[in-house]
């Protein structure tokens, strides 16, 4: 079950360095995924999806990677602003289904 | 670029008493959702809304909750009877959800509800 008062996993880099987050995803069925920026306060913002039939997709200064053998994805961002400051979650959808299936989130810190 | 807006950002409820939360979605988006976020946790999903009635909900959208779409522009989540467990975040989602893509589900910056 899940714990209430959930950690998250953090992740340190220094400004203009790279980051790589990953999530690992539970259902061999999903066919569409996508990563979410949640900054303090604010809704998850879209940063960018894949859908089941590709394993990479590039956007600005954003890529996602997908390996459906091992059932993960991960985000990778390219020289790293103090704006990219945020948690960041991936989500799944199952194919048929309409809602989105979050991940616990991982916390991005950028050091100056 | 359009958003989607919702209202009030903040709702402080006596437990037991009924909430009405409040979404405008993106004009042209044809599905709509809510989620919650209790604080610290995860990003869960109670329901999902398509063509006037619920296309999906979650466990958690029990008899208590119930969704309704009274105009054009406007997307609704009431809570009948409070509970303190209630408590959380809750965000309104929309996509457009046409055929052959357009998957992505846009959300709002969310309702901080408290009960007390």
């Known amino acids: 079950g899940e714990s209430v008062g959930l950690h998250l996993p953090t992740l340190s880099v220094q400004e203009g360095d790279n980051s790589i987050i990953n999530c690992a995803y539970s259902?061999?069925?999903?066919?569409?995924f996508i990563w979410y920026k949640q900054e303090s306060g604010k809704g998850p913002q879209f940063i960018i999806d894949i859908r089941s039939n590709m394993d990479k997709r590039q956007g600005q200064r954003v890529t996602v990677l997908l390996n459906k053998t091992v059932k993960h994805l991960s985000l990778q961002i390219a020289a790293t602003q103090p704006g990219d400051s945020a948690v960041y979650f991936c989500?799944?959808?199952?194919?048929?289904?309409?809602?989105?299936?979050f991940g616990q989130g991982t916390r991005l810190t950028i050091n100056p | 670029e359009p958003e989607v807006t919702q209202t009030p950002s903040h709702q402080v409820t006596q437990m037991g008493q009924e909430v009405i939360l409040r979404c405008v979605p993106i004009s042209n988006h044809l599905y709509f959702y809510w989620y919650r976020q209790i604080l610290g946790q995860k990003v869960e999903f109670l329901v999902s809304?398509?063509?006037?009635?619920?296309?999906?909900k979650s466990e958690i959208f029990d008899d208590q909750f119930s969704v309704e779409r009274p105009d054009g522009s406007n997307f609704t989540l009431k809570i009948r009877s409070t509970k303190l467990e209630d408590s959380a975040m809750y965000f309104c989602?929309?996509?457009?959800?046409?055929?052959?893509?357009?998957?992505?589900?846009?959300f709002g910056p969310g309702t901080r509800l408290l009960v007390l």
């Open positions: 989500a799944e959808k199952i194919q048929g289904a309409q809602k989105l299936v």
């Open positions: 259902n061999s069925a999903s066919d569409y």
């Open positions: 989602a929309s996509k457009r959800g046409l055929a052959g893509g357009q998957e992505t589900q846009y």
């Open positions: 809304f398509y063509n006037n009635e619920i296309s999906e």
